[in-house]
């Protein structure tokens, strides 16, 4: 197991990483929903391109700028999203949430992969919007999707 310093250094590596060479990044041309959030705190701006396929997240991509943690957090997301189902999806920004707020159980959780990289966020509060704003579009994008679809979807 590497020690505290060395998983810092490790999960500082992904975050400029990401934040350097960003996954799934531009428009997507047959999105179903695009949601732009804001962050005026740090000046971070996302917006979030999501193509459904039934229940199923088909394709993903965002366009934003703004500081290395929001920009990586929305990368990292993305690259763990795609594929996965509205449930599934929820349940990763339900521990995503909680491993930023500072629950070190959730910090623990394999299910996040790469996203783990932003447990650190839990010591900088004001950082914590930051690492949030993708998964706020996210979420925002899913209750569009799902009241869209509404009673009338089988
Ligand atoms: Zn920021």
Not at 31 to 53: I, Q, R
Not at 109 to 128: D, F, H, I, M, T
Request: charged share 25%; proline share 3%.
């Amino acid at each position: 197991m590497p020690d505290d310093a060395a998983l810092a250094a490790l999960y500082q590596e992904i975050i400029l990483d990401h934040y350097r060479r960003p996954r799934n990044k531009g428009t997507l041309v047959h999105a179903d929903e695009s949601v732009a959030m804001k962050n005026p705190l740090c000046g971070d701006e996302v917006e979030l391109h999501v193509h459904f396929d039934g229940d199923t997240i088909d394709d993903v991509s965002f366009t934003g700028q703004g500081c290395s943690i929001s920009q990586a957090s929305v990368s990292m997301m993305t690259e763990l999203i795609k594929g996965k189902t509205v449930a599934e999806v929820e349940t990763l920004r339900t521990r995503f949430r909680a491993m930023v707020m500072g629950d070190t159980l959730n910090a623990d959780e394999q299910n996040l992969g790469r996203a783990k990289a932003l447990s650190g966020v839990a010591k900088y509060p004001a950082r914590v919007k930051c690492a949030l704003l993708g998964w706020n579009a996210l979420e925002e994008g899913v209750r569009r999707h799902l009241d869209v679809e509404g009673p009338f979807h089988s």
